[in-house]
């Protein structure tokens, strides 16, 4: 396109059905908006995103010659690549586009103000226009991805997204920071609604991973740094020592069983001991010993090595060093789960882990499990008796103005199914939850719900403890205001179950500095978008899968699960990905090499060369950029611009918004 050429803008109102009509003028805007100068055609639609309201712009653009084209309708993340598409399919450069936002920043924000919102959508479709004169046509570049994709976590998640793309076709590097993969459904012993085995679910899942030709299994296993973009992450990985050759081992458990030394288990939250050489569980994937050299006495006094001793493969080694592992992969799965949160230190009022008979749900489990510390009997940590009065407390933590604002999404549930459990294993057991609020939104849990609330014995008080407090002879009582017959209950239970809320999993906060990927309010990670791409990140690139956006269920785990893995298997399959076009471009006559530009890159997009001739310049990386602009409001010669945001650009929608 020429420069002499003339402009001819198209601008195209939309309804959005009474979204904008309801508040703005339409006709009103219509009117003053043909009167600037360069608009061939102003006009309105009911739904300009729907293909009639497409078809209109294709048609104008062949009929009427137009070489710029401004929508006025919602936001430009919803819709404008649909326009953009349109406008290409009309035979011109899809970026000699512009969008005005006239819904959520006129009359959703200004509903009882028709007036001054037709006003401010007439300013901003004119300052859209204004702009629109001076676009220029960009351009994509194509940048090849590398068929391989990196899943962090695991759990349920990342079991599930890695076998979905290794039965694609292609290569997971599945990493695990803990020795064995399963997360926190491994702790689980049965699921609801349908009160399945956990393991029975997980184990062949587990087994598939530890076995699928295209899956490399990387547990025990840290990520430390993450560079590179979309289709070409170089990934740097700490693999810690186990102080077992993985080649000799086979997992016969001699040396646990040899080994005199034991320490609290991690995996059974404390309740249970392991050895200083243990498996995780006694389902682990891979089925390979871990060392602690914390309790080991080879490491602590140089003593010992029963292990060595009697291993009958000779797999034990105690030389082994951390081993750096790097990695190029094309995509990247975040599938890093949940942890509980911390209510021993946040919530004191509560006495865990003052009082031993306060436990969790999570730990709750694993008294149940079979492979438990208490093979499967419910008892007091205290004294080992059967508790024969129990009160579950629901949402600890959770919906809480002080705490933790949001729902845990399953600790209702959780909790139902505990009542279930401690009913079943001591039928002469009395069980109360105390609740705000029971909310069952599941597939066949208020059926689950229905069916618990029917026992006799389980009781339910709508209300939360004001504080648990302990007898001197150690029995724990407290109190708690029944808003169903509104009066003060006295309790005295046995045993207490706190329902606690749920955080990211502590590995996820340094992730997502290295990814530079956002975070909620929440804490959890942000997706694009909640309703149409609840599985990406703002990086190109990376996915979500599970937990780590946010509280949810096993089903809901795995459905997003598979929705991450397809749309990493489609980035794939494509071979290529196309570069932003709104990239920052540095014109080297003006650039001075002063080099302010690059450390204010949040994705290390920029770099200081020299020229032939010497000079040194500012150079972009554009499969790196991500058109933020923060380099050209930083630069002080205004060598650095961003395209499709320039100066003149900015400037000119600034004057027609200030007229």
């Not at 906060?509 to 975070?519: D, M, N, R, V, W």
């Amino acid at each position: 396109m020429v420069e002499s050429e003339e402009i001819r803008i198209g601008v195209y109102v939309c309804h959005c059905g009474l979204n904008i009509a309801s508040v703005v003028d339409i006709n009103k805007v219509i009117e003053e908006v043909s009167k600037v100068p360069n608009v061939v055609v102003a006009k309105e639609y009911q739904f300009m995103c729907s293909q009639p309201g497409q078809n209109m712009i294709i048609e104008d653009i062949k009929q009427r010659h137009l070489n710029r084209v401004v929508v006025a309708a919602c936001s430009p993340r919803m819709h404008e690549p649909t326009f953009q598409k349109a406008v290409e399919e009309g035979g011109l450069n899809p970026y000699l586009f512009e969008m005005a936002n006239i819904r959520e920043h006129c009359s959703w924000v200004h509903e009882k103000e028709k007036d001054a919102a037709t006003d401010k959508a007439i300013k901003l479709v004119n300052a859209a226009i204004a702009k629109a004169r001076l676009l220029k046509p960009l351009n994509v570049e194509k940048v090849k991805v590398i068929p391989k994709a990196l899943v962090i976590g695991g759990g349920i998640a990342g079991i599930r997204a890695s076998l979905d793309i290794a039965n694609a076709g292609f290569q997971v590097h599945l990493v695990e920071t803990r020795p064995s993969i399963g997360g926190n459904m491994a702790r689980l012993d049965k699921t609801f609604p349908t009160l399945d085995c956990s393991q029975c679910i997980l184990t062949p899942l587990m087994v598939e991973v530890s076995r699928h030709p295209n899956i490399i299994l990387r547990t025990y296993t840290d990520v430390v740094d993450i560079s590179g973009s979309v289709g070409n992450f170089k990934v740097k990985l700490l693999k810690k020592p186990r102080y077992v050759d993985a080649t000799k081992c086979t997992g016969c458990g001699v040396c646990v069983t040899k080994c005199p030394w034991t320490a609290p288990s991690e995996f059974e939250l404390g309740l249970g001991k392991r050895k200083a050489i243990y498996f995780e569980f006694p389902q682990a994937v891979p089925l390979i010993p871990v060392i602690d050299p914390e309790h080991c006495m080879y490491f602590q006094k140089g003593t010992c090595r029963a292990c060595e001793r009697f291993c009958p493969t000779k797999a034990i080694d105690f030389n082994q060093k951390p081993e750096e592992v790097e990695l190029e992969v094309g995509v990247i799965i975040l599938a890093t789960g949940y942890s509980l949160y911390d209510v021993a230190k946040t919530m004191p009022e509560y006495g865990y882990r003052k009082y031993k008979d306060v436990i969790t749900g999570l730990e709750l489990e694993r008294l149940v499990s079979a492979s438990g510390p208490t093979k499967g009997h419910i008892v007091r940590p205290s004294d080992g008796k059967e508790p024969k009065k129990v009160a579950i407390i629901l949402c600890v933590g959770s919906r809480d103005e002080k705490h933790l604002r949001y729902c845990c999404r399953f600790g209702c549930v959780a909790g139902i199914k505990h009542a279930y459990y401690i009913v079943s294993y001591i039928p002469d057991a009395e069980v109360y939850i105390c609740y705000r609020d029971i909310r069952t939104f599941g597939k066949g849990y208020e059926e689950f719900y229905e069916r618990i609330r029917n026992y006799e014995n389980v009781k339910f008080i709508r209300g939360s403890p004001m504080e648990i407090l302990q007898d001197a002879d150690g029995s724990l009582y407290f109190d708690v205001f029944d808003a169903n017959t509104n009066r003060v209950v006295t309790l005295r239970p046995d045993l207490v179950v706190l329902e606690t809320g749920v955080v990211p999993h502590t590995t996820f906060k340094e992730l997502a500095k290295l990814l530079k990927c956002s975070i909620g309010p929440d804490g959890f990670a942000l997706e694009l978008h909640p309703k149409l791409r609840p599985t990406e990140t703002s990086v190109d690139g990376v996915f979500l899968a599970g937990a780590v956006q946010g509280p949810k269920d096993i089903p809901d785990t795995v459905a997003q699960a598979g929705a991450a893995a397809s749309s990493a298997i489609a980035l794939m399959s494509k071979g290529y990905v196309e570069t932003v076009p709104y990239v920052a471009s540095i014109n080297e006559d003006l650039c001075s090499g002063c080099g302010i530009c690059q450390p204010l890159c949040a994705f290390d997009a920029i770099s200081l060369v020299k020229k032939e001739d010497g000079k040194q310049v500012a150079s972009v990386d554009i499969s790196k950029c991500k058109g933020c602009g923060v380099c050209a409001a930083a630069c002080p010669s205004g060598a650095a611009q961003q395209l499709g945001f320039s100066d003149d650009q900015i400037l000119a929608m600034v004057r027609a918004l200030t007229r």
